[in-house]
């Protein structure tokens, strides 16, 4: 079993910065692509940014320029800075990794979420 454990979340101003962790722990092999999701409320959970095993990003525009994804592979940690907010930014923030576990079988795990307040 694996076990995703977001950090990081809180209430900032518009125009502030956050910065979210997720370290990923368990039964681990390797770790393939990990990401960043949010559900705001009423709305679909969305892609917010996404980083493979060899450091290739994938931004949604509307974060695009403002947000950054990296992740430690020697630590399992993915990292989402998040600068210039704005308050459509609000909502629960996910990680989310597709984790090869010791069978080499590959599993797609969620976080249990953090929330990221925008709000002056």
């Known amino acids: 079993q694996v076990q995703l454990v977001e950090s990081g979340g809180g209430l900032v101003q518009p125009g502030g910065s956050l910065r979210l962790s997720c370290a990923a722990s368990?039964?681990?092999?390797?770790?393939?692509?990990m990401g960043w999701y949010r559900q705001a409320p009423g709305k679909e959970r969305e892609l917010v940014a996404q980083?493979?095993?060899?450091?290739?990003?994938n931004y949604s525009d509307s974060v695009k320029g403002r947000f950054t994804i990296s992740r430690d592979n020697a630590k399992n940690t993915v990292f989402l800075r998040m600068d210039s907010l704005k308050p459509e930014d609000t909502a629960i923030y996910y990680c989310?990794?597709?984790?090869?576990?010791?069978?080499?079988?590959?599993?797609?795990?969620w976080g249990q979420g953090t929330q990221v307040t925008v709000s002056s």
């Open positions: 980083v493979s095993s060899s450091g290739i990003t």
């Open positions: 989310n990794a597709d984790v090869k576990g010791l069978t080499r079988v590959s599993v797609n795990y």
């Open positions: 368990g039964n681990i092999f390797s770790i393939n692509a």
